[in-house]
Each structure stands twice: as C-alpha cells, then as structure tokens.
C-alpha cells in the first residue's frame, strides 16, 4: 500500500474518491465522464470502485438464485447459506468503508485482483 501524506491531495479529492468506494457505480462513473479524470488519484479510485461495483452486484445477483436453488433442493445447506449471508452482506459493506476511509486518507492501495485491471485501465 502506498501511502501518502494527506495534504498531497485535497479535501475535496479525497472526499470523492471515498464516495467512489461507497456509491460503487454511481461516483465512479462520474469521476471518468466528467474533468475529474484528468487528476490521477481520482481516476485510479474511480477504476478501482468501479471494478468492485461490478464485481458486487454480480455476485449478489449469482448469490441470490443460487441461495434460492441451494434452500429448495439440498435445504440444510441452503438454511445455513441463508443464515450466513446477512453476515457476509454487512462484511461486504465493512470492507467498502475501510476502502473509503483509506481512500479519504489519501492512500493508494490495491485491492488484490480489482487493483491490477484498475492500474491496466490506467494505462490505456
């Protein structure tokens, strides 16, 4: 992890670079359409909160059919499935908070997988 010091970045960038990891697709998206893109922290963060937006809402959209197939045909499996998945939902949201609060700290960090096809996206 990369870290610098929070006065390299200012507030502002730094506040929206913390709202990429909250609002997972909304922000990002933003970020890389309008002239935010041009500041580099900015945009690594957009990439980045994009790449875990998308990954996000397709596992809940796999996790959610596939829960349902798992509690009718193989029921104990699917009742413990269903028991642990709002504790998996609240860790999901635990991490994007870290990601926000490091993000508004001012670091540059790499979340394994996601962060190498934001720094590909970088250099294209």
């Known amino acids: 992890m990369d870290s610098y010091s929070s006065d390299s ?18 922000v ?3 970020v890389l359409v309008t002239e935010l893109r041009r ?24 996790l959610i059919p596939g829960a349902t197939w798992l509690l009718f045909h193989i029921p104990c499996v699917g009742w413990a499935f269903a028991c642990l998945a709002p504790f998996l939902y609240l860790a999901g949201i635990g991490l994007q908070l870290y990601w926000a ?22 250099q294209e």
């Open 9 to 26: 970045y200012s507030s502002e960038s730094r506040l929206i670079a913390a709202l990429c990891y909250v609002f997972l697709v909304a």
């Open 101 to 122: 609060y490091l993000a508004y700290q001012g670091h540059i960090f790499s979340i394994p997988v996601l962060g190498s096809l934001a720094n590909s996206s970088m």
């Open 39 to 62: 500041q580099r922290f900015l945009r690594y963060h957009a990439y980045q909160g994009l790449a875990v937006g998308v990954v996000s809402l397709a596992a809940y959209l796999l």
């Open 28 to 30: 990002p998206v933003l």
